[in-house]
């Protein structure tokens, strides 16, 4: 099973360039999200997603921009990366039904802006 | 808001004994949901424990166990019998009933030491 798969994994960027992320989930799961993690911070969320089409803010959602076209899919986009935005990303699932909310991970994107 | 704290930003145990790591939360929502997720050094974000905030009891899972304490906003881990393989981050974390996103503490890096 896939589970949650995130591309690329590994990312170097120059100051002002753009870039997306791609999350995939093959678990059918309705709400999807976007988080960062920094050193003595946690996860943060960045954008979330409760189903095909809608999209909302997170605590950190300056500076990206997410789309959610299929359920399947969530895209994180940085249209003009900075070096603060230099972080791990990851990617995470869950199901909408009555259940404990577990959400499902991927491995982490980690991005350098220069 | 939601908020998650965690106070130890590192531990160390010997390997078999019992280890706690803390965690205190604030909400004004009367339901929600408590997480414990372990973060080795690969990276990836492994689930551990969930206890609701209605659950009578408190929730165990194998060597995990959550010490919910609903007056104090306390819901600690245990792991009993640690390992060396225990070594890792500890992050807590608190679902939120609208979003379903969880809100992360800044996490508690255990090491076992043999």
């Known amino acids: 099973n896939a589970g949650v798969t995130q591309t690329p994994k590994f990312r170097v960027l120059k100051t002002g360039q753009s870039m997306t992320l791609l999350c995939a989930q093959d678990m059918n799961h309705e709400y999807m999200y976007w988080y960062r993690q920094d050193p003595g911070m946690g996860l943060r969320l960045i954008h979330y997603?409760?189903?095909?089409?809608?999209?909302a803010k997170g605590e950190v959602p300056d500076g990206y921009n997410v789309s959610r076209l299929k359920k399947q899919n969530f895209l994180l986009g940085l249209e003009s990366a900075a070096p603060s935005q230099t972080s791990v990303y990851f990617c995470a699932s869950s199901y909408s039904g009555k259940n404990t909310g577990e959400l499902f991970f991927g491995e982490g994107s980690r991005l350098t802006v220069l | 808001a939601q908020k998650i704290t965690q106070t130890q930003p590192g531990m160390f145990v010997q390997e078999k004994e019992a280890v706690t790591l803390d965690c205190t939360y604030d909400t004004s929502d009367p339901s929600y949901g408590l997480f414990w997720y372990k973060q080795p050094s690969s990276g990836e974000m492994i689930f551990l424990i969930y206890?609701?905030?209605?659950?009578?009891q408190n929730a165990t899972e194998g060597r995990y166990s959550l010490n919910f304490q609903k007056a104090r906003k306390s819901a600690n881990l245990v792991i009993s019998a640690s390992q060396l393989g225990d070594s890792a981050m500890y992050f807590c974390?608190?679902?939120?009933?609208?979003?379903?996103?969880?809100?992360f503490g800044s996490g508690t890096r255990l090491q076992v030491q043999p």
């Open positions: 997603s409760v189903g095909e089409g809608t999209t």
């Open positions: 974390a608190m679902r939120d009933t609208g979003r379903r996103a969880l809100t």
């Open positions: 206890q609701g905030s209605y659950d009578q």
